[in-house]
């Protein structure tokens, strides 16, 4: 593992795909490649790309890899896909659209399954991040699948948060949902060149002036990704929110409030694990019999596991 480890730190690719596979699959060494891949993150830039399915997400994405590309950047890249049913494995393989880059030594790129998470991200989704982040890549994009009002989880991982709208598909009313304004830096209008564009970007801009005054306006920018028209000025926007992030009090409490919630998630994980044990242990058929009479309530078999559980920790 010891050597795995540090193949992957020097950016072998192979090494580096292995210790995401070994996390997506909750193998019992995830967490000692975490604790010794953590040191070595905080550096990358971290953007989400979210937005409605069939915004262009991909498309925008491969030529987004390409300007970072120009740039002499390095860069990871995960595509959030639905789950299989059957594997839980990611089914629509986005890296596809992406093909150009595929055998590329700075560009690395995994598709990953939501495996049922409501909010478009498994767990693995960020732990996957930060093995990149530490490996060496200068940007890590993610690429969200694409579920509506629970993409707002994106903004627990990512310094900047691109959201891609495309006139003609509700965009109007989508943007309004709660939390979805909130979440984004960035706001792109895709396929700029069908009617309406200028409609979307207007009604964005007029939603932003009601949100008032804050130390990052997003801007709103048309591309047309097909034609790789507009891009330059995206990747120009996300670098420039990157710098801001790194010299201002809004970046620090941002920082700060995303590191509070990767240690409350991993408090969760631990907990439900402990919980599932003890609640395993308490299931008999002479508990379901109780509960069936209504002789307890499921309120006092809860309490009972909660007080096994703390009295267990605290011996």
């Known amino acids: 593992m010891e050597k795995l480890i540090a193949r992957a730190l020097e950016g072998d690719h192979r090494s580096i795909a292995r210790l995401i596979s070994l996390v997506e699959s909750e193998s019992p060494q995830a967490e000692i490649i975490m604790r010794k891949i953590y040191p070595h993150s905080g550096k990358a830039h971290i953007i989400g790309l979210t937005g409605s399915p069939g915004a262009g997400k991909s498309t925008l994405a491969d030529k987004i890899i390409a300007h970072f590309k120009s740039l002499g950047k390095t860069v990871g890249v995960i595509a959030v896909d639905p789950s299989s049913p059957f594997t ?43 093995i990149l982040d530490a ?18 989880d994106i903004v627990k991982i990512a ?62 920018l048309k591309t047309i990704a097909e034609r790789n028209e507009g891009v330059e000025e995206v990747v120009s926007e996300m670098t420039r929110h990157a710098d801001f992030l790194r010299r201002s009090e809004e970046g620090r409490r941002r920082r700060w409030q995303r590191l ?56």
């Not at 909010?119 to 989704?125: A, D, I, K």
């Not at 490996?135 to 579920?147: N, Q």
Request: charged fraction near 25%; hydrophobic fraction near 45%; glycine fraction near 10%.
């Open 88 to 130: 839980g494995g990611a089914i629509l393989g986005d890296r596809l659209r992406m093909q150009q880059h595929a055998v590329d030594p700075d560009v690395f790129i995994r598709s990953m399954g939501t495996r049922g998470s409501l909010g478009g991200l498994s767990r693995s989704t960020q732990e996957a991040a930060l």
């Open 135 to 152: 490996c060496g890549k200068d940007v890590v994009l993610i690429e969200t699948v694409g579920v509506g009002q629970s993409e707002v």
């Open 159 to 220: 310094d900047t948060v691109g959201l891609i709208l495309v006139p003609g598909m509700g965009d109007d009313i989508q943007i309004m949902k709660a939390g979805i304004m909130e979440i984004a830096d960035i706001f792109i209008v895709n396929k700029a060149d069908r009617d309406g564009a200028d409609r979307v970007a207007t009604e964005v801009n007029m939603m932003l002036d009601l949100l008032g005054m804050r130390p990052w306006r997003p801007p709103v």
């Open 260 to 315: 509070g919630m990767e240690v409350e998630e991993i408090l969760r994980r631990e907990i439900a694990a402990m919980v599932e044990v003890a609640w395993e242990k308490e299931k008999s058929p002479e508990l379901f019999e109780l509960l069936a009479a209504r002789k307890t309530t499921p309120y006092e078999v809860a309490e009972r596991i909660l007080g096994t559980i703390l009295t267990e920790t605290c011996d």
